[in-house]
């Protein structure tokens, strides 16, 4: 009994981690598409600040240790990340299209 309690403290640790590093992600990322603005990395850097900010949103009540009740949580997870997955494709795409200079820089 004693190794589940400390299991599940590890684990709600660990969630707590996992959102500061992605709240600092997230400040990041923005300093990034603020500093390459007007090169033809920016189209590649704009939608990362949307997928961390996403990514963070989805593991908070994670790290909240389940103390508030979200109504229609189901629902805003779904919607959260198929949004953050969605500007994930994009960042892909505008990088293949760089990278295979299938577009005028």
């Known amino acids: 009994m004693e190794f589940a309690d400390s299991y599940w403290l590890l684990v709600q640790l660990l ?14 990322s923005v300093i990034a598409v603020k500093g390459f603005q007007g090169a033809p990395i920016n189209r590649v850097l704009k939608p990362i600040p949307v997928v961390m900010a996403c990514m963070l949103v989805v593991n908070m009540p994670w790290a909240a240790f389940y103390l508030f009740d979200i109504p229609y949580a189901e ?31």
């Open 15 to 28: 969630s707590i981690l996992n959102v500061v590093v992605q709240a600092v992600a997230v400040v990041l």
């Open 75 to 105: 629902v805003l997870y779904t919607i959260v990340f198929s949004v953050g997955v969605l500007a994930a494709v994009v960042a892909a795409f505008q990088a293949t299209m760089l990278l295979t200079e299938r577009r005028d820089l």
